[in-house]
């Protein structure tokens, strides 16, 4: 079967219970199981929604047949890899093969300031990193993507060039499998409820594909990542707390490569600020910034500023887009 022509019918009714869910997991289930046979699928899985929700499928439907490449780019934010690992490796028994290639994407993005340079070299490494990881295996003859409705539109439309197959190199030559394809966001996530994915993974906020190498502006270097590391780490607890989560549309840190002057313990430090951004939107066109409680400011600053090692100063981006983007690269 093609997938590409695949299309969501006319009038398809919108999932949004565990009944309606339960009918399309069983619907993806047979179609996929009926389409595979006993062949094998290679699933590039970040850790995401749309991935996560396609391993969770597929895992039902075809179990060890399905082999899941999570690659560690270094980029991930404080606790990902460990997720996936616990959810699909630990809990769901996934055939799951784990690639820390931090050390990799580090070398190669050391000294590049340009932003589109450093997304290049993120996207083009992760390219190499996984197709290295299929070539060792053998067998497989499908690649399963998180390709959901929205992204069919898109490349439609030609606003966006869709991640398929189609950047793999030439001798990966897989058929498509997209059991998502047909769906909204909103419903691959009360799909992935269904499926017994944990709530902050299928809630989770959308996460750019080069990750925090975007909000470590300018060159990378390990101590400034880690700021950013940590920093969102607390952001993201201090919102989950204050009842933010899936309420506030993205929020993140931004450690940027300039320092200034501060106390600490009666010295003089010579720091980094750490950026606070949290914005909503509908269609990340247009973004308004979400006004934070001036006491959860204040003890975003105590936190990070006694917490994170290299930032003296907290700042809140208080820009809308346009005229900034949303991140900072
Ligand atoms: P901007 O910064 O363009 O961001 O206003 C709009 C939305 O897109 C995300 N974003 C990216 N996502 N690869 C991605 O997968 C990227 O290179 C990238 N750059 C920005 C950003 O997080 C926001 O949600």
């Known amino acids: 079967m093609d997938v590409t022509k695949i299309r969501r ?9 565990k009944e309606q869910a339960d009918a399309f997991i069983a619907e993806q289930i047979k179609l996929a199981q009926d389409e595979i046979g006993d062949k094998k699928v290679l699933l590039a899985l970040s850790g995401g929604v ?4 396609v391993a969770a499928l597929l895992i039902k439907a075809i179990g060890q047949q399905l082999v899941c490449v999570h690659v560690n780019h270094g980029l991930l934010r404080k606790g990902e890899p460990e997720q996936v690992i616990e959810v699909f490796r630990n809990n769901m028994n ?11 994407f580090l070398d190669k993005l050391a000294g590049v300031t340009d932003p589109e340079q450093k997304r290049m070299i993120i996207g083009g490494e992760f390219i190499e990193v996984f197709a290295e990881e299929a070539r060792k295996l053998d067998g497989i003859e499908f690649l399963a993507q998180g390709t959901i ?13 869709h991640h398929n197959a189609g950047g793999l190199p030439e001798d990966l030559d897989f ?6 394809r047909i769906l909204f966001k909103d419903e691959v996530r009360v799909v992935g409820k269904a499926l017994g994915l944990p709530e902050n993974m299928v809630e989770r906020q959308p996460f750019p594909g080069p990750g925090l190498g975007v909000r470590c502006p300018g060159a ?14 607390i952001l993201r607890e201090e919102f989950a707390k204050a ?20 106390i600490k313990d009666g010295k003089r430090t010579f720091d980094w600020p750490c950026i606070i951004r949290a914005i909503n939107t509908t269609d990340v066109v247009e973004v308004t910034v979400e006004h934070l409680d001036p006491a959860l400011i204040d003890h975003l600053v105590q936190r990070i500023t006694t917490e994170v090692p290299g930032i003296n100063r907290v700042l809140y981006d208080y820009t809308p887009k346009p005229p900034a983007t949303v991140e900072w690269e």
């Open 149 to 161: 409705w929205p992204d069919v539109l898109e490349s439609e439309a030609g606003i966006k060039a």
């Open 243 to 262: 009842g933010l989560e899936g309420k506030v549309w993205q929020y993140f840190t931004v450690v940027p490569d300039f320092k200034s002057t501060g």
């Open 220 to 233: 990378i270097t390990r101590d400034r990542l880690e700021a950013v590391r940590e920093s969102d780490a």
């Open 175 to 180: 058929e498509l499998i997209e059991p998502v």
């Open 50 to 53: 749309d991935s996560s929700v």
């Open 94 to 104: 996934a055939n799951l093969i784990y690639v820390d290639a931090t050390d990799r």
């Open 9 to 17: 019918p006319d009038g398809m009714a919108r999932i949004t219970t």
